[in-house]
């Protein structure tokens, strides 16, 4: 059993979408998301090898397959976030994501040292906001960790989206909570349920936190 710990004042964030954005209705004023912030500012390359991805395979299909897998990750996600908090999931899931998250379990349980709260709205005043899937203890040290689901197993240096939403979040709970996070875990399970665990130590968090600045600055130059 997972130790849970509620130690920061953690508030539930109104959301809004105007014009294409995600907004949070902080006490900040309306703040974009981070995944708003990250999808506008992505690499031209990014979106071109996307645009090809969706021709090569069609229009329907490419909708099929982004369809399913959004599915299947909110079902993995809703289960993992009953498991962390000790309760038992009684909502709606498929063989699949249940198979998914048990791989992501039997990976986890052991490292998960303690929850302080699981999909936590953040936000940094001013510039951000979003929604961390857990936060908490693991392997000892003060962490952000996000469940992730994938198609196929993934590459370190195809992620780095995953990186900076981790930075952006650990920077947002640093601010709203004086904590000092520096540590970002993501675990990922592919439909063929292979694992993968990504992970960014306090020596390379710094480097995130400059590309999601960055990128920040990027959105609101371009806004």
């Given at each position: 059993?997972?130790?849970?710990?509620?130690?920061?004042?953690?508030?539930?964030?109104?959301?809004?979408?105007?014009?294409?954005?995600?907004?949070?209705?902080?006490?900040?004023?309306?703040?974009?998301?981070?995944?708003?912030?990250?999808?506008?500012?992505?690499?031209?390359?990014?979106?071109?090898?996307?645009?090809?991805?969706?021709?090569?395979?069609?229009?329907?299909?490419?909708?099929?397959?982004?369809?399913?897998?959004?599915?299947?990750?909110?079902?993995?996600?809703?289960i993992l976030e009953s498991?962390?908090?000790?309760?038992?999931?009684?909502?709606?899931?498929?063989?699949?994501?249940?198979?998914?998250?048990?791989?992501?379990?039997?990976?986890?349980?052991?490292?998960?040292?303690?929850?302080?709260?699981?999909?936590?709205?953040?936000?940094?005043?001013?510039?951000?906001?979003?929604?961390?899937?857990?936060?908490?203890?693991?392997?000892?040290?003060?962490?952000?960790?996000?469940?992730?689901?994938?198609?196929?197993?993934k590459k370190r240096e195809?992620?780095?989206?995953?990186?900076?939403?981790?930075?952006?979040?650990?920077?947002?709970?640093?601010?709203?909570?004086?904590?000092?996070?520096?540590?970002?875990?993501?675990?990922?399970?592919?439909?063929?349920?292979?694992?993968?665990?990504?992970?960014?130590?306090?020596?390379?968090?710094?480097?995130?936190?400059?590309?999601?600045?960055?990128?920040?600055?990027?959105?609101?130059?371009?806004?």
């Open positions: 059993m997972i130790t849970i710990n509620y130690k920061y004042p953690y508030k539930e964030i109104k959301r809004k979408k105007v014009n294409g954005k995600r907004l949070y209705e902080t006490e900040s004023g309306a703040l974009p998301s981070v995944t708003t912030i990250l999808d506008k500012t992505k690499p031209r390359q990014k979106r071109i090898a996307l645009a090809n991805w969706r021709k090569r395979v069609g229009e329907k299909q490419a909708q099929k397959i982004v369809t399913e897998a959004a599915n299947t990750g909110t079902y993995m996600h809703a498991w962390v908090l000790n309760e038992e999931y009684s909502g709606e899931s498929t063989v699949q994501s249940r198979m998914m998250a048990e791989v992501v379990k039997k990976n986890t349980q052991d490292d998960i040292n303690e929850v302080w709260g699981s999909e936590v709205n953040l936000y940094y005043p001013g510039l951000y906001a979003g929604t961390t899937d857990l936060v908490g203890m693991y392997k000892g040290r003060p962490t952000i960790m996000d469940f992730k689901q994938t198609n196929k197993p195809w992620i780095d989206d995953y990186f900076m939403q981790g930075a952006a979040y650990g920077l947002a709970h640093n601010a709203l909570y004086e904590t000092k996070i520096e540590n970002i875990a993501i675990f990922m399970c592919s439909r063929d349920c292979e694992w993968q665990l990504f992970e960014v130590d306090a020596q390379e968090f710094p480097e995130w936190e400059q590309k999601w600045a960055m990128r920040v600055e990027q959105f609101y130059d371009q806004s």
